[in-house]
């Protein structure tokens, strides 16, 4: 049973606000990864993360940031919140262990800026 | 480019009916092979990891094979909790500092089991 915690789990807001998307785990994982999801697309790898103090931007741009200061946490930040950022936002994290790279996800965050 | 390629996009069956989802897919080396489920405003749900042609892995109604070009996910007798959306997606081996090892995902087949 994975233990990926996401808040919230729906967000409705107005822009220009700056958010802040939680994302916890309790797996000791060192991989951390969101992804943002729009109906009927594919998930998009937007950052990651491979231990503390270390972050990347993934395939997809985006205007968030995130951080990394304890292993369990990665929350998500957009400094100015934009109709063009309503979208579903997916956490995951996972182990490096070579066979065992699967991800474990969030229950995702559901974003409507207005 | 990796890509990754599901099909049908959505599939409507009678409980009972079995058939067959393929997720095809290019990249330069794959690492693994990954099924997922997905409910509705919830997150991908784990199913199986694939790693050479030729694996089968089954887990209840599903059974999921690979080859070297595309992954089928078989559903033998769903039921209406089969229902949900099925995510294929692909990890490619890296170089050190070629980016990130996330997975790169399919769209997803949409499934519905009537009773």
């Known amino acids: 049973e994975a233990d990926i915690y996401q808040t919230p789990r729906y967000l409705v807001i107005g822009t220009g606000k700056k958010i802040t998307l939680e994302c916890s785990q309790t797996m000791g994982h060192d991989k951390m990864y969101w992804y943002q999801q729009d109906p009927g697309m594919e998930l998009h790898l937007i950052h990651y993360?491979?231990?503390?103090?270390?972050?990347e931007k993934g395939d997809l741009s985006s205007e968030s940031t995130v951080s990394r200061i304890r292993t369990e946490h990665f929350p998500l930040t957009l400094e100015s919140a934009r109709p063009s950022h309503t979208s579903q936002y997916l956490c995951a994290s996972s182990l490096t262990l070579p066979g065992n790279e699967k991800l474990f996800f969030g229950s995702g965050t559901q974003l409507s800026v207005l | 480019e990796d890509q990754v390629t599901q099909s049908p996009e959505a599939l409507r069956l009678q409980e009972g009916e079995s058939s067959s989802l393929n997720c095809s897919y290019t990249v330069s080396g794959l690492r693994g092979l990954f099924w997922y489920r997905q409910d509705p405003g919830k997150g991908p749900e784990f199913l199986f990891t694939?790693?050479?042609a030729g694996e089968e892995k089954e887990k209840e109604r599903l059974k999921a094979t690979l080859t070297k070009k595309e992954s089928f996910l078989h559903i033998t007798a769903p039921k209406p909790e089969d229902s949900a959306t099925y995510l294929c997606a692909v990890q490619e081996f890296k170089m050190a500092g070629g980016g990130a090892d996330g997975l790169t995902f399919g769209k997803g087949t949409h499934l519905i089991i009537q009773p």
């Open positions: 694939l790693y050479s």
């Open positions: 993360s491979y231990g503390v103090n270390s972050t």
